[in-house]
T-cell receptor
Framework: GAVVSQHPSWVICKSGTSVKIECRSL??????MFWYRQFPKQSLMLMAT?????????EQGVEKDKFLINHASLTLSTLTVTSAHPEDSSFYIC?????????????FGEGSWLTVV | QKEVEQNSGPLSVPEGAIASLNCTYS??????FFWYRQYSGKSPELIMS????GDKEDGRFTAQLNKASQYVSLLIRDSQPSDSATYLC??????????FGAGTRLFVKA
């Protein structure tokens, strides 16, 4: 079964509004979660690393004031796309780092399709 | 040189054949290696992990790791059209960051 849950699966919003996407780790605590964006037929692009209890680390070129990340608990990280525009329409995917005896393993959420009209 | 390199493909194989997907990496300190499958419009799903040199088999999938040559491969036996997807190679050097390749598109012809 799923180990990382992402919600909503798809969302349509009007230009200028904000949208929040949630990412939850199921049955394990994730001190580190990751947010990606993927445009059609392109590779995953890491946007930011979400650290529980501290500020997120953003990749170069990603606007931290536009893509707000909050990781207030060990099982929940949220991504808020503020003042969304049509060019923000994309597939957003989160992942969580699951600790294990042989090292950490990344598990992905189901992804969220965002369409800004 | 990219940290994780994969041929973007598409790799086209007939149904029933063996599909061989390859990945090379640059950091000799890499410890954990993963293969993910991503269907179009879906998020990646983990299919194999490998940590030691040699082969690891799981059903029709076999992961092969050669740390000396810095490559990891994935073999899919008896390929099915449902195996058509993008396969992502990933590795972890022991820190919190897992590095992904750009992926290889596999197309299995019926």
């Amino acid at each position: 079964g799923a180990v990382v849950s992402q919600h909503p699966s798809w969302v349509i919003c009007k230009s200028g509004t904000s949208v929040k996407i949630e990412c939850r780790s199921l049955d394990f605590q994730a001190t580190t979660m990751f947010w990606y964006r993927q445009f059609p037929k392109q590779s995953l692009m890491l946007m930011a690393t979400s650290n529980e209890g501290s500020k997120a680390t953003y990749e170069q070129g990603v606007e931290k004031d536009k893509f707000l990340i909050n990781h207030a608990s060990l099982t929940l990280s949220t991504l808020t796309v503020t003042s969304a525009h049509p060019e923000d329409s994309s597939f957003y995917i989160c992942s969580a780092d699951m600790p294990g005896g042989s090292g950490n393993t990344i598990y992905f959420g189901e992804g969220s399709w965002l369409t800004v009209v | 040189q990219k940290e994780v390199e994969q041929n973007s493909g598409p790799l086209s194989v007939p149904e029933g054949a063996i599909a061989s997907l390859n990945c090379t990496y640059s950091d000799r300190g890499s410890q954990s290696f993963f293969w993910y499958r991503q269907y179009s419009g879906k998020s990646p799903e983990l299919i194999m992990s490998i940590y030691s040199n040699g082969d690891k088999e799981d059903g029709r999938f076999t992961a092969q790791l050669n740390k000396a040559s810095q490559y990891v491969s994935l073999l899919i036996r008896d390929s099915q059209p449902s195996d058509s997807a993008t396969y992502l190679c990933a590795l972890n050097t022991g820190g919190f960051k897992t590095i992904f390749g750009a992926g290889t598109r596999l197309f299995v012809k019926a």
